[in-house]
């Protein structure tokens, strides 16, 4: 039967685990903070030009006269950009 290992190497061993235990938790609250920048910058690419297309579907609903189907259209527009 092999003899245990030193006290000092069972305490670098435990060191080492906790120093790898830290690093594995940096890494993922780094990767956790690039993921929320991420989506943020997503949603804002987005909403700028879907806030457009509401405002001017909007305007033209206002100022313009549709066949039945074409205010549908309009309607349906509105409707999905708010919700």
Not at 30 to 53: G, N
Not at 70 to 79: A, E, F, K, P
């Amino acid at each position: 039967m092999p003899s245990p290992a030193p006290r000092w190497q069972c305490r670098q061993c435990a060191e080492c685990d906790d120093q790898q235990r830290r690093h594995r938790l940096t890494a993922r609250e780094k990767s956790q903070a690039q993921m929320r920048q991420f989506v943020a910058d997503a949603s804002h690419e987005l909403r700028t030009p879907l806030s457009a297309i509401r405002g001017y579907t909007e305007l033209l609903s206002a100022t313009e006269h549709f066949s039945p189907d074409g205010q549908r259209s309009v309607d349906r527009c509105c409707s999905k950009a708010a919700g």
